[in-house]
């Protein structure tokens, strides 16, 4: 679970740059027409997800997001892996989780946003949603989130690490951590 935004309605470049008389440009635009916060979650056994829409980022909204995966996602516990973000661990938040015993939530380590597997699926969310895009309102912004989570839970698939631990290992520690070398060292 996390969070994107605040998004703005406003427009959001595409890709491509060229440079020479035919480059691509566009107008500046402020984006004071509105903005939004996302709230999403993402499965990465499925690859499937969910999104909710509110106007902050306070307990209120994560709350929401909570009982929205409860709804999206049935079962009977779920394993919540969350940012130390100060809606996740507030008082409100605590409270409802309380009412909700199935719901088991872990919070990543401080400074290790790597870790947390929602981060490269809002990048395709983004680029599937916003990129190359002009929005006037609010309305506009919120439909084309839910036209690319529509598309993406279409088209989705499990979401996989590209590196194994033990390659992770070096390249994050800078090769001060010794080699793992067998399969019961790998949690």
């Known amino acids: ?72 996602f049935p079962a009977e516990r779920w394993l919540i892996i969350e940012d130390n973000l100060s809606a996740h661990t507030s008082r409100e938040t605590q409270l409802a989780l309380l009412a909700h015993p199935e719901i088991q939530v872990q919070f990543l380590p401080k400074y290790a946003c790597w870790l947390n597997l929602i981060e490269p699926w809002w990048k395709q969310i983004r680029s599937l949603a916003l990129k190359g895009r002009r929005f006037d309102t609010l309305e506009e912004l919120t439909c084309a989130l839910e036209a690319a989570l529509i598309y993406w839970n279409q088209h989705r698939h499990p979401y996989c690490w590209k590196k194994k631990p033990q390659e992770q290992s070096q390249i994050f520690l800078g090769g001060s951590r010794p080699e793992l070398t067998h399969k019961t060292d790998v949690i």
């Open 1 to 72: 679970m996390d969070e994107l935004g605040p998004l703005a309605v406003k427009t959001y470049p595409g890709a491509e740059w060229k440079l020479g008389p035919n480059r691509a440009t566009f107008e500046p635009d402020y984006g004071r027409r509105g903005k939004l916060w996302v709230h999403g979650a993402f499965e990465p056994a499925t690859g499937r997800g969910a999104l909710v829409y509110t106007g902050a980022r306070d307990s209120v909204s994560h709350i929401q997001l909570l009982e929205w995966i409860m709804i999206q």
